[in-house]
């Protein structure tokens, strides 16, 4: 495959991802991950790593958008910062510990566990089950614990952490709009500490391509961001003119069956 036509596909993939996610609202890791396990494998990139690979060249990706993300609902006033505080520790060395989990696996194992995680989230959306909100927030020890949860799963599985953490963050007491805002904040130190150890954990493996650092594809990366954040707003606009249950049902019934062909794969 060309260098040119890779990165066509490349770009094509976030055009795709971002699209995807102003149009469902999702995190674009829940896209890009498995779209970059299929691109990898087209370049006949090793087996072994290819799935650390597109969840770490994923994190990467996610600290441009995420940091695009955050700044917007920043100068709208819906990040609640005592709570943001309050998770931030936890966020990071949940990340941190998430990584090195993810590095422990093997590709058919780490790739089984996503699948069954895109499947649960799936299923979420064919259920349209929503957050329950409430009305007490917890103490700092308890959010502290709830930001280890959230980053470790987040950075195991190249997310941004929307999944976990808006529901949280209802059940805290916030608003939708609020909870929304602090978690495209949270996603931030997410993707930032766990791309960075991705790199470090990465380096040095003989089978990674000579355009990678560590487990970050640079090619990937600058494709993917190029295309996804402009059209992130083409997903907005699609989400106010084509109907959206049904296209939600359609997604989900397409995540089915891509984490059905990661678990048995």
Same mark, same amino acid.
């Given at each position: 495959?060309?260098?040119?036509?890779?990165?066509?596909?490349?770009?094509?993939?976030?055009?795709?991802? %971002? &699209? *995807?996610? /102003?149009? @469902?609202? =999702?995190?674009?890791? #829940?896209?890009?991950?498995?779209? !970059?396990?299929?691109?990898? $494998?087209?370049?006949?990139?090793?087996?072994?790593?290819?799935?650390?690979?597109?969840?770490?060249?994923?994190?990467?990706?996610?600290?441009?958008?995420?940091?695009?993300?955050?700044?917007?609902?920043?100068?709208?006033?819906?990040?609640?910062?005592?709570?943001?505080?309050?998770?931030?520790?936890?966020?990071?060395?949940?990340?941190?510990?998430?990584?090195?989990?993810?590095?422990?696996?093997?590709?058919?194992?780490? %790739? &089984? *566990?996503? /699948?069954? @995680?895109? =499947?649960?989230?799936? #299923?979420?959306?064919?259920?349209? !089950?929503?957050?329950?909100? $409430?009305?007490?927030?917890?103490?700092?020890?308890?959010?502290?614990?709830?930001?280890?949860?959230?980053?470790?799963?987040?950075?195991?599985?190249?997310?941004?952490?929307?999944?976990?953490?808006?529901?949280?963050?209802?059940?805290?007491?916030?608003?939708?709009?609020?909870?929304?805002?602090?978690?495209?904040?949270?996603?931030?130190?997410?993707?930032?500490?766990?791309?960075?150890?991705?790199?470090?954990?990465?380096? %040095?493996?003989?089978?990674?391509?000579?355009?990678?650092?560590?487990?970050?594809?640079?090619?990937?990366?600058?494709?993917?961001?190029?295309?996804?954040?402009?059209?992130?707003?083409?997903?907005?606009?699609?989400?106010?003119?084509?109907?959206?249950?049904?296209?939600?049902?359609?997604?989900?019934?397409?995540?089915?069956?891509?984490?059905?062909?990661?678990?048995?794969?």
């Amino acid at each position: 495959m060309s260098i040119a036509l890779t990165l066509l596909g490349y770009l094509a993939l976030g055009a795709a991802a %971002g &699209t *995807l996610a /102003g149009l @469902f609202g =999702v995190g674009g890791g #829940i896209i890009i991950v498995p779209a !970059l396990v299929f691109a990898f $494998g087209l370049q006949n990139i090793a087996p072994e790593v290819v799935v650390h690979l597109a969840v770490g060249t994923s994190l990467a990706t996610i600290v441009v958008t995420g940091t695009s993300s955050a700044y917007g609902h920043w100068q709208r006033g819906s990040i609640h910062l005592p709570w943001l505080k309050a998770l931030l520790p936890g966020l990071i060395l949940g990340a941190v510990l998430g990584v090195f989990v993810a590095g422990g696996l093997s590709a058919t194992v780490l %790739g &089984t *566990l996503f /699948g069954i @995680f895109i =499947v649960l989230v799936a #299923i979420r959306m064919l259920l349209g !089950l929503s957050p329950k909100p $409430g009305s007490t927030p917890p103490g700092n020890v308890a959010m502290g614990v709830a930001g280890g949860v959230i980053g470790g799963i987040s950075a195991l599985f190249g997310i941004g952490g929307g999944t976990l953490s808006v529901p949280w963050l209802s059940r805290c007491g916030a608003s939708m709009t609020r909870a929304v805002g602090t978690s495209a904040a949270c996603g931030l130190p997410i993707a930032l500490a766990g791309a960075l150890t991705f790199i470090v954990v990465g380096r %040095g493996n003989p089978m990674l391509p000579d355009a990678a650092t560590g487990f970050v594809m640079w090619p990937a990366f600058f494709g993917v961001v190029l295309a996804s954040v402009p059209f992130a707003r083409v997903g907005v606009r699609l989400a106010h003119v084509l109907p959206a249950r049904l296209m939600r049902y359609a997604f989900a019934l397409l995540l089915i069956v891509v984490g059905v062909r990661f678990i048995m794969s």
